[in-house]
């Protein structure tokens, strides 16, 4: 008889946001925006902003202390590998997980994984068939974003909605009942148009220039994201073999909180089965859903066993789903 492999799941998470701060109030001095308007639109008061001379990689690396400072000095033990999922990457080469390999001397296979803001689960997932098929054992994964440096800060319907921050996880085998129970990821590249930013092509294939910087068409963005919150969360659930009543926590992407709240309306689940902090950070894509996760966890909020439901969406337009089973370490 086979045995079947051991299980992936989290063991370690660590998150970081820059600490220089822009409120709703400083954007109201230098936009034709309002407290107001953000507010009831999004949810956000603030959103944390990197400094001048801090990068991506930057970010990255000290989440991956924050995770140091939390499980100890042997948490990067034996990692394997490193994935950078970001959008913002320092460089298009050398992937920003390079740089995150040496700062802290790993032995390790590295690259950088684009998938919008539903990048830290594509990550999870690529570390997931990693440490499952046996080829590496322990696979650092980031999420970490310098979104405000390719903002139009002119651009009232983008510049208030997004921040930078950065979130880090281990991922490795973990006993039952613990680890990712499901994953579900997707894309729909006909809505390539709607949220893009250029790189070195000129163009879409329709041939829509791309944006020099972040262009965002919010109102299909929207219809998108409240679709596939519900139906890929759905899916999610059902793959792990539960129901909704099994969740203890949604931690969604942080985008919108209108979104975040029609997501929680579908799936039937009360108020405190949700985390919400965008209120405090803004958008800061692929970060959003370990930093949102390192709050519940702060908070008291997460138990070992707890069946956790991270779903997010982006560019792509891509969405990514996850049942994750909190605990095992
Ligand atoms: N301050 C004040 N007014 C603003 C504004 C701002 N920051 N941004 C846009 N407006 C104005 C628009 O110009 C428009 O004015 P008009 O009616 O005179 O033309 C009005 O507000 C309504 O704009 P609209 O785009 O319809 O607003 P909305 O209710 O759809 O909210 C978003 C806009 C961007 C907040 C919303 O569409 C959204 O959150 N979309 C999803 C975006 C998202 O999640 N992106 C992340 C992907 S990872």
Known sequence: MTSRAARAGVTALGAYAPPKVITNSDLEKVLDTSDEWIRTRTGIRKRHVAADNEFT????????????????????????????????????????????????????????????????????SVAKAYVESGQYRKVLTIGAEALTKVLDWEDRSTAVLFGDGAGASVVEAVPEPYGLKSIVLGVDGGGAHHLHKRATGCCLPNGEPLSDTLYMNGREVFKFAVRVMHTSTVEAVEKAELSNSDISLLVPHQANSRIIEAA?????????????TVDEYGNNSTASIPLALKHALDEGRVEAGD???????????????????????
Not at 75 to 80: I, K
Not at 270 to 276: F, I, L, T, W
Not at 321 to 329: K, N
């Open 57 to 124: 990689s930057d970010l990255a690396v000290r989440s991956v202390e924050d995770l140091v400072a939390r499980h100890g000095e042997g948490a990067l033990d034996g990692v394997e590998f490193v994935i950078v999922a970001t959008n913002t990457p320092d460089a298009l080469f050398p992937a920003t997980a390079a740089l995150v390999q040496d700062h802290f001397g790993l032995k390790a296979g590295a690259f950088d994984l684009l998938a919008a803001c539903p990048g830290w689960i594509y990550a999870l």
């Open 264 to 276: 929680r309306e579908l799936l039937g689940l009360s108020q405190e089965r949700v985390v919400v």
């Open 307 to 329: 069946h956790l439901l991270l779903v997010s969406f982006g560019a792509g337009l891509t969405w990514g789903a996850s049942v994750l089973t909190w605990g095992g370490a």
